[in-house]
């Protein structure tokens, strides 16, 4: 098959509504489409991606008006946050009505839902009269696309066509919020959408449930080596891993400033002027590029635990090849 990149929302159309998959650009990382109420699409994502089957996908919806079509109940809470935050980086973990497929959900009785800020994927699902599921636009347990090469680089020749939007503004996948049964948010993955602004929307304190263990618990995110690059990659304090590794051959993600004594050609600067937002939009290209350079092992720079950088160095520390 030859994977075709361009700008036609027409095409992109044509294709999904025969259950065909198109990559699609979102504010966050590149998606991998296919039509939501559509068990052969929604198979077809899976095989691309070669993403085990316990693994839950997300249901990108046009606007928030039509979540009620696909849940049972929606939380004051979610409520509120969609009302300031959607469309946007942020994804809803919510009961799921019966009309969505448990290949969707994985068996579980909530299905994630998210409204994409992206204007051309945002014209694309209005065009269309059925919702899209989209897992990043990656092989399993590689760095997610941020650029349509990057998508091209991974799926070429299993898909037909790649909608290209230009490179993604955000740069790190969504924020998954749950409730509690008591209607309280948690957070499931650290995304796009930092836990303070999610806190000061609702004036009171999420949980973070990112890290703590139960069957409840999306397995795949706690599945080894995530976002991985090939090279073996270590995340800590910089100065630190580069004395532990003198003398090897390394190449560097630092936030801000340059190491000495390594060439500039492996060193990859996220932010000269210390924007941990432009941190974010370049993190996932940087981590391809020090993959590509031919070196034993890439040293990467963890920041201070707060805001969008907590999606930082969550992607960073599961991309360690020492993370369990
Ligand atoms: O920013 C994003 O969210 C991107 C863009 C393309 O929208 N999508 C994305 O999808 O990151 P994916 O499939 O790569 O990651 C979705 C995560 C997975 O870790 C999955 O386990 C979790 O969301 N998830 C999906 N549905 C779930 C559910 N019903 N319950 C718990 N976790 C769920
Ligand atoms: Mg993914």
Redesign the pocket.
């Known amino acids: 098959m030859d994977t075709r990149i361009g700008h036609s929302i027409a095409e992109a159309a044509a294709l999904l509504q025969q259950d065909q998959l198109v990559a699609?650009p979102?504010e966050?990382?590149?998606?991998?489409a296919g039509n939501a109420l559509s068990e052969k699409a929604v198979a077809a994502i899976f095989a691309a991606k070669e993403?085990p089957r316990f693994?839950?996908?997300?249901l990108?919806l046009p606007s928030w008006e039509s979540v009620r079509q696909y849940v049972t109940e929606i939380p004051e809470a979610a409520q509120e946050l969609a009302r300031k935050l959607s469309p946007g980086?942020i994804?809803f973990?919510l009961p799921?009505k019966e009309m969505v497929s448990d290949l969707?959900?994985?068996g579980?009785e909530?299905?994630?839902i998210?409204i994409?800020a992206h204007p051309l994927t945002h014209e694309l699902l209005t065009t269309l009269s059925f919702p899209l599921v989209?897992?990043?636009?990656?092989t399993f347990g590689y760095v997610?696309p941020t650029t349509a090469q990057h998508v091209l680089e991974g799926l070429n020749g299993r898909i037909p066509y790649i909608l290209d939007g230009g490179p993604c503004g955000?740069g790190?996948?969504?924020t998954?919020v749950?409730f509690s049964e008591s209607g309280l948010p948690e957070i499931?993955?650290q995304?796009?959408i930092s836990m303070e602004t999610i806190e000061s929307c609702l004036k009171m304190p999420v949980l973070d449930v990112t890290r703590k263990t139960g069957a409840h618990?999306?397995?795949?995110?706690r599945l080894k080596s995530h976002y991985a690059p090939h090279t073996p990659l270590y995340a800590g304090n910089l100065e630190a891993l580069v004395a532990r590794f003198q003398g090897r051959r390394v190449a560097i993600i630092a936030f801000r400033k340059k190491v000495s004594g390594i060439p500039d050609s492996l060193q990859f600067i996220l932010s000269e002027s210390g924007d941990v937002q432009e941190a974010a939009t370049r993190l996932f290209a940087a981590l391809r590029k020090a993959d590509q350079a031919g070196v034993e092992m890439v040293l990467a720079e963890l920041l201070p635990e707060q805001g969008i950088a907590r999606a930082i160095n969550d992607r960073l520390r599961r991309a360690d090849i020492q993370w369990k």
């Open positions: 699609i979102t966050t990382v590149y998606g991998l993403r693994n839950p996908l997300i990108h980086p994804t973990l799921k969707v959900t994985a579980s909530r299905v994630a998210r994409p989209a897992p990043s636009a990656n997610s955000v790190v996948e969504s998954i749950g499931y993955r995304g796009g618990l999306d397995a795949p995110g």
